[in-house]
C-alpha cells in the first residue's frame, strides 16, 4: 500500500429527536491532503481512481469549488469557517481559527447545534505532518467543533516497508516520502482512519451520522 496522501475523517453522528418532522440526513465528510482534480471520474486521461469515482456517484459532487488558499491551514479554516481567509484571519499554518475569531460557529459546530453528534478522526484543522502523526497529537484543532476526536498515531514514513520521495531520481527534501509497507492496511494512518471511522458508523448506527 502506498502512502500517497493521508485521509482525514470528520464525522457527525445526528441524535434522534422525537419532535422532529422530517429525519435528519447522515453526514459523512472525508477531507484529505494534496488532493486536486486529478480524478478519473472528473475525466482525467491517466489517473484512474474507481474507488473515489464510486464514492463519489453515491455522494453529493461539486464540479466549481476553487480552494480558498495556498496553504493548508488558511484554506481548511476558510471551508470549516465559511469565511474568507482575510475574514477570519487565518492566512497561514501558525495559530488557530479559534484563536483568531473566539466566538466563529464553525460548520461542524452548527451540525453540534442542530441535534448531531459529531466526531473527527485525525486531521480537520491545520496540524503538523508527519510530526503530530508520529505521536498522534492535534494541537491546532478547535475543540468546541466535537462531540468525540481520535488522533491516530502512526510511523508514518519510519514503517517497515520500501520507500521512496516521489521525486525525479528519488532525491529532494522538500517532497513527499511514501512508504510500500510491509503489512495490512492498519500499518499507515490511513488504514487506521478509517478503522476508526468504521468503528464511530457502526456504534451509532442507530441514528442519523
Given at each position: ?18 419532535s ?11 477531507m ?22 464510486k464514492?463519489?456517484?453515491r ?5 466549481n ?22 475574514k477570519?484571519?487565518?492566512?497561514g499554518?501558525?495559530?488557530?481559527l479559534?484563536?483568531?475569531m ?14 448531531y ?21 492535534a ?7 466535537w ?15 520500501v ?8 532525491k ?5 516520502e ?5 503489512g ?26
Amino acid at each position: 500500500m502506498k502512502n500517497l496522501i493521508q485521509l482525514f475523517i470528520f464525522l457527525f453522528s445526528g441524535c434522534f429527536l422525537a419532535s422532529a418532522k422530517k429525519s435528519k440526513p447522515n453526514v459523512l465528510f472525508i477531507m484529505s491532503d494534496d488532493l486536486n482534480t486529478a480524478l478519473s471520474g472528473f475525466g482525467h486521461p491517466q489517473c484512474k481512481t474507481p474507488e473515489l469515482d464510486k464514492l463519489a456517484s453515491r455522494g453529493l459532487r461539486f464540479e466549481n469549488m476553487h480552494c480558498q488558499y495556498p496553504v493548508c491551514g488558511a484554506s481548511r479554516a476558510s471551508l470549516m469557517s465559511g469565511l474568507y481567509p482575510y475574514k477570519n484571519g487565518t492566512l497561514g499554518n501558525a495559530g488557530t481559527l479559534r484563536g483568531n475569531m473566539p466566538d466563529v460557529v464553525t460548520m461542524s459546530q452548527m451540525f453540534r447545534n442542530n441535534g448531531y453528534w459529531v466526531g473527527r478522526v485525525s486531521k480537520i484543522y491545520h496540524m503538523g505532518i508527519p510530526g503530530e502523526i508520529l505521536v498522534g497529537t492535534a494541537t491546532r484543532d478547535d475543540p468546541h467543533s466535537w462531540d468525540e476526536t481520535v488522533n491516530i498515531k502512526a510511523p508514518e514514513q519510519h514503517a517497515a516497508g520500501v520507500s521512496t520521495h516521489w521525486s525525479p531520481k528519488d532525491k529532494g527534501s522538500q517532497t513527499f516520502e511514501g512508504v510500500e509497507a510491509e503489512g495490512d492496511d492498519l500499518v499507515h494512518a490511513d488504514g487506521m482512519a478509517a478503522s476508526h471511522a468504521i468503528d464511530f458508523l457502526k456504534r451509532n448506527k442507530d441514528k442519523p451520522f
